[in-house]
């Protein structure tokens, strides 16, 4: 059985974790250090990355979940990805454990939020069908580097997921959505 976390300081944790209920996971809500004990990976969710940031500062959790992410699968979803980025463009806390940097809120504002169609080749095996991506005062992936690569992109070529090894990061909320493949291809970087 898995256990993955899911950090719960501010944003959408709860509907990340009713997805993995649903795929038969063990799943807690982290807000100290020591709730990273004994979890096979944690996903950072969707809210908004200064307060998330702010909290992870108040509550000693930098150094703890740099210190996960050297070792364990952790997937940053929308505001969670900026957190997980090395550079955001402007003065917040960020983890900085992926070779990706980051614009904030890049489509606009909150009624500018949208809805595509990806391609995500690592999707795939399980199912051709393109993967349905929700879009909520996006970041854009800006630069990806080193060890991070590409995972998807939307048509005009600005990128939307990456992974670097055990590391995840989407500018869109697949917890918002009923396709759990994105939840699972998670569970195999973490397992
Ligand atoms: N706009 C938020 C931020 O900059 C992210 C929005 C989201 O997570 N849906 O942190």
Known sequence: MMNIGVLALQGDFSEHISM?????????????????????????PGGESTTIGKLAVAYDLMEPLRQFGREKAIWGTCAGAIFLSKDARRDQPLLGLMDITVIRNAFGAQVDSFEADLEIDALKKQDQSPYHAVFIRAPIIETVSGEAKILSALADGRIVAAQQGKLLATSFHPELTADTRFHEYFLSLAR
């Open 20 to 44: 993995l209920k649903r795929l038969g996971v063990t799943a807690s809500e982290v807000r100290l250090p020591r709730d990273l004990a004994g979890l096979d990976g944690l996903i950072i």
